[in-house]
């Protein structure tokens, strides 16, 4: 037998897949006419293994093929039945309320909450998500959430991961416990440089201070001075070189953007000291009012779930069965809960894509915990 008959068979056998999966997906939407009408839930896992379990029986040699396509198949079919049941939901109907006209623009002023002070990043960060935006400087996260909250600020400018370093854990944990939104997101190219005040030589370098996220970014240049160098985790970049100018010791320095060595009158010593150039911060915009504008691709989760096998594939599963990209998907620990997590995804989704609406109730359903953080456009 020659390769083309061997294909033409293939196509033959293809063919008859294909009516019966049609068939098999037909019928599926009859169990989930079903379910509605009988109040019952999509999953249902005791006829899940056992369909699996007979499967594997029967499969022999290829048993661990033909038990990833019945999974595969089980997936699409309660995607489709979830497009039936979940079309709209209390979720659902919260999220299209903040979906704004088509001819919706982002505004481009408003009052808006920088931790920092001038020449931090999350002022050239402001600067890209609302262009004429008022900037207020305040001490802390929180305190951007607290002007946001009460009502001063419009938005906050907030850091929320950086590619090398990991996420900003309280960032995400603030805009849970708050209710906050995402509204918009954008990506600088973080460059650290090591500054002091004039006449600052290296070998004078006792201390330098700098926020926790740039020293972990700069751990292999600070790696290379030497024990004789100690670290001083600091708010905000430009608050450290803003003190080592006020302080005038020598012995201090501060790993802050170049921009500041100009604002603060402070001598560049080493420029670059990042450990990769491939260094880049995401920076969000958040608000306490919701909302979803035109050309929002990027989607932001919480999710926790059962600590048991399986638990996250089946999490996963309703994102793969519709088509959905994950962009991310990161564990983080419960506190004061033994191996339990959350899980902060990003998806490259638009709630107006055909079943993206029912996959988020699909999964909110599926979840211990579900926290949509918002639909945005990444600028």
Same mark, same amino acid.
């Given at each position: 037998?020659?390769?083309?008959?061997?294909?033409?068979?293939?196509?033959?056998?293809?063919?008859?897949?294909?009516?019966?999966?049609?068939?098999?997906?037909?019928?599926?939407?009859?169990?989930?006419?079903?379910?509605?009408?009988?109040?019952? &839930?999509?999953?249902?896992?005791?006829?899940?293994?056992?369909?699996?379990?007979?499967? +594997?029986?029967?499969?022999?040699?290829?048993?661990?093929?033909?038990?990833?396509?019945?999974?595969?198949?089980?997936?699409?079919?309660?995607?489709?039945?979830?497009?039936?049941?979940?079309?709209?939901?209390?979720?659902?109907?919260?999220?299209?309320?903040?979906?704004? &006209?088509?001819?919706?623009?982002?505004?481009?002023?408003? +009052?808006?909450?920088?931790?920092?002070?001038?020449?931090?990043?999350?002022?050239?960060?402001?600067?890209?998500?609302?262009?004429?935006?008022?900037?207020?400087?305040?001490?802390?996260?929180?305190?951007?959430?607290?002007?946001?909250?009460?009502?001063?600020?419009?938005?906050?400018?907030?850091?929320?991961?950086?590619? +090398?370093?990991?996420?900003?854990?309280?960032?995400?944990?603030?805009?849970?416990?708050?209710?906050?939104?995402?509204?918009?997101?954008?990506?600088?190219?973080?460059?650290?440089?090591?500054?002091?005040?004039?006449?600052?030589?290296?070998?004078?370098?006792?201390?330098?201070?700098?926020?926790?996220?740039?020293?972990?970014?700069?751990?292999?240049?600070?790696?290379?001075?030497?024990?004789?160098?100690?670290?001083?985790?600091?708010?905000?970049?430009?608050?450290?070189?803003?003190?080592?100018?006020?302080?005038?010791?020598?012995?201090?320095?501060?790993?802050?953007?170049?921009?500041?060595?100009?604002?603060?009158?402070?001598?560049?010593?080493?420029?670059?000291?990042?450990?990769?150039?491939?260094?880049?911060?995401?920076?969000?915009?958040?608000?306490?009012? &919701?909302?979803?504008?035109?050309?929002?691709?990027?989607?932001?989760?919480?999710?926790?779930?059962?600590?048991?096998?399986?638990?996250?594939?089946?999490?996963?599963?309703?994102?793969?069965?519709?088509?959905?990209? +994950?962009?991310?998907?990161?564990?983080?620990?419960?506190?004061?809960?033994?191996?339990?997590?959350?899980?902060?995804?990003?998806?490259?989704?638009?709630?107006?894509?055909?079943?993206?609406?029912?996959?988020?109730?699909?999964?909110?359903?599926?979840?211990?915990?579900?926290?949509?953080?918002?639909?945005?456009?990444?600028?």
């Amino acid at each position: 037998m020659d390769l083309k008959e061997i294909r033409n068979q293939i196509d033959e056998i293809d063919s008859g897949i294909l009516d019966l999966f049609l068939k098999r997906m037909a019928l599926s939407e009859k169990v989930a006419e079903y379910k509605i009408a009988n109040n019952l &839930p999509i999953l249902n896992r005791e006829r899940e293994r056992e369909i699996l379990k007979d499967v +594997m029986e029967k499969s022999g040699a290829d048993e661990a093929y033909a038990y990833r396509l019945f999974q595969t198949l089980m997936s699409l079919s309660k995607a489709k039945q979830g497009n039936l049941l979940y079309g709209n939901t209390p979720l659902t109907d919260r999220i299209k309320e903040t979906v704004q &006209p088509l001819d919706a623009v982002f505004p481009e002023t408003g +009052m808006v909450a920088c931790q920092g002070v001038e020449g931090a990043n999350s002022q050239e960060a402001c600067e890209r998500l609302v262009k004429r935006g008022n900037i207020m400087y305040v001490k802390t996260f929180q305190a951007v959430f607290d002007a946001v909250d009460s009502g001063f600020c419009d938005y906050g400018v907030v850091p929320i991961e950086n590619n +090398m370093n990991g996420s900003v854990r309280a960032v995400y944990d603030l805009i849970r416990e708050r209710n906050f939104a995402i509204v918009r997101a954008t990506k600088l190219n973080i460059r650290h440089a090591l500054m002091g005040i004039p006449g600052t030589k290296m070998s004078d370098i006792k201390n330098i201070i700098s926020h926790e996220q740039a020293l972990g970014q700069c751990s292999g240049f600070i790696q290379s001075l030497g024990d004789k160098v100690h670290t001083t985790a600091y708010a905000n970049t430009a608050v450290a070189a803003r003190d080592v100018a006020n302080g005038k010791d020598k012995s201090v320095a501060s790993i802050s953007s170049p921009v500041c060595a100009k604002l603060y009158g402070l001598e560049i010593l080493k420029t670059d000291i990042q450990d990769s150039d491939n260094n880049y911060t995401r920076f969000i915009l958040v608000s306490k009012k &919701p909302k979803i504008y035109p050309g929002a691709d990027h989607m932001s989760l919480i999710v926790s779930c059962e600590n048991r096998a399986g638990a996250l594939e089946e999490i996963l599963s309703i994102l793969s069965a519709r088509g959905v990209n +994950m962009t991310k998907l990161e564990s983080i620990p419960v506190p004061r809960r033994d191996f339990e997590f959350r899980f902060y995804l990003d998806l490259d989704a638009n709630i107006h894509a055909p079943g993206v609406l029912s996959m988020l109730s699909d999964l909110e359903k599926h979840v211990d915990s579900f926290t949509f953080l918002g639909n945005y456009p990444v600028v």
